[in-house]
C-alpha cells in the first residue's frame, strides 16, 4: 500500500472538539500525510498544529453546508483520498444532510476506509496494512446474490 496518505478529516460542530483532541493526539502521526479538510475543521486543525509546533500539510476546502463534503466526495471519486475520518453528530439535524451521504456513500462505492469515532479512527490510522507493500485491497463487486447458489 502506501506510505504517504492523503487523510480527509471532517467534523460537524458539536464534533470539532472531538476531531482537535484526535488531532493532537496524532499529531506525530498524521503531519507525515497530507490532510485535506473542510474550512472550519481545516483552520481549527492548523491551530492545533502550530500550538503544538508541528508542521504538517494541510488543504481545507470549503465548509460543509458550502460544498465542502461534496469536495471531499469529489476527490474520494478520482482517487485523491486514502482514509477519511468523518466525525458526525449523529444528535442534530444537518442543513447539508444531501452532501453527508453522498461523502458516506463515495466512501463505500470507491473502497476508501471512513472512520465515523474516534476509536475506529484510531484504529484504522494506526494499521500496519498501511506499510505492508504487498496488501491490495479487494476490489469491491456488485453482483445479485443468487439463493440457490450462495457460493456463486
Not at 23 to 49: Q, R, W
Not at 96 to 104: P, T
Request: charged share 25%; glycine share 4%; aromatic share 6%.
Amino acid at each position: 500500500m502506501k506510505k504517504r496518505l492523503s487523510i480527509a478529516l471532517v467534523a460537524h460542530d458539536q464534533r470539532k472538539a472531538d476531531m482537535v483532541s484526535w488531532v493532537k493526539y496524532n499529531a506525530p502521526l498524521l503531519a507525515k500525510h497530507d490532510l485535506v479538510c473542510t474550512g472550519t475543521t481545516g483552520s481549527l486543525i492548523e491551530k492545533a498544529f502550530d500550538e503544538q509546533g508541528v508542521e504538517a500539510s494541510v488543504r481545507c476546502m470549503n465548509s460543509g453546508p458550502m460544498g465542502g463534503d461534496a469536495e471531499i466526495a469529489a476527490m474520494v471519486v478520482r482517487n485523491e483520498i486514502d482514509l477519511a475520518v468523518f466525525l458526525i453528530d449523529d444528535l442534530n439535524p444537518q442543513p447539508h444532510e444531501a452532501d453527508i451521504q453522498m461523502l458516506l456513500r463515495q466512501c463505500r462505492l470507491h473502497n476508501v476506509p471512513i472512520a465515523c469515532n474516534r476509536i475506529s479512527a484510531d484504529l484504522m490510522i494506526s494499521s500496519a496494512l498501511w506499510d505492508d507493500e504487498s496488501y491490495v485491497p479487494v476490489e469491491q463487486t456488485y453482483v445479485k446474490f443468487n439463493r440457490d447458489n450462495p457460493n456463486q
